[in-house]
């Protein structure tokens, strides 16, 4: 049996406690890795440990000063997917699409999202449908639901 393989980069958060949050998020569905690119606060940030609760350490975790770099080799060398999650008028609705292995989800800043650059350079864009008046999540919370609608379509998964 081959383990799907899940990884995320973290495209400079701002917020330590997001981070964190995250961490904790892909320790319980059992991501593969984390990158953590430009300003993106680590693991040794008490902020990042407040809310990780410990699987600060329980996650593998790289730090990359530049996002393209990160991503590039992810797709050139490891053969990855490139997932952005990102409200955009032409992505694809999280829940009709199908991961690939491996994929790396790519979640942006919580002010600016994505830029242009590594939407560019993702295979696809995909987003979490609103229906309120927000057209936005916060960033743990929407990459909490893009990882476990990943998990929910491994067939190996159990309750």
Same mark, same amino acid.
């Given at each position: 049996?081959?383990?799907p393989?899940l990884s995320?980069?973290?495209?400079?958060?701002?917020?330590?406690?997001?981070?964190?949050?995250?961490?904790?998020?892909?320790?319980?569905?059992?991501?593969?890795?984390?990158?953590?690119?430009?300003?993106? $606060?680590?693991p #040794?940030?008490?902020?990042?440990? =407040?809310?990780? +609760?410990? %699987? /600060?350490?329980?996650?593998p975790?790289?730090?990359?000063?530049?996002?393209?770099?990160c991503?590039?080799?992810?797709?050139?060398?490891?053969?990855?997917?490139?997932?952005?999650?990102?409200?955009?008028?032409q992505?694809?609705?999280?829940?009709?699409?199908?991961?690939?292995? $491996?994929?790396? #989800?790519?979640?942006?800043?919580? =002010?600016?999202? +994505?830029? %242009? /650059?590594?939407?560019?350079?993702?295979d696809?864009?995909?987003?979490?449908?609103?229906?309120?008046?927000?057209?936005?999540?916060?960033?743990?919370?929407a990459?909490?639901?893009?990882?476990?609608?990943?998990?929910?379509?491994?067939?190996?998964?159990?309750?």
């Open positions: 049996m081959v383990t393989t995320i980069c973290l495209d400079n958060l701002r917020s330590a406690y997001n981070v964190g949050s995250i961490f904790r998020t892909a320790d319980a569905a059992g991501i593969n890795q984390i990158y953590l690119t430009g300003i993106t $606060p680590l #040794l940030n008490p902020k990042v440990q =407040k809310t990780a +609760l410990g %699987s /600060e350490a329980a996650v975790w790289a730090h990359h000063c530049r996002t393209e770099g991503l590039t080799y992810l797709k050139t060398q490891l053969n990855y997917t490139l997932i952005s999650l990102e409200t955009d008028p992505a694809t609705s999280l829940f009709t699409y199908q991961f690939q292995d $491996p994929t790396c #989800l790519i979640v942006g800043n919580e =002010k600016d999202g +994505l830029s %242009s /650059e590594i939407l560019g350079l993702s696809k864009v995909i987003a979490i449908p609103q229906l309120g008046v927000k057209e936005s999540l916060n960033v743990s919370v990459a909490s639901i893009a990882i476990y609608e990943w998990r929910r379509q491994q067939t190996k998964f159990t309750e």
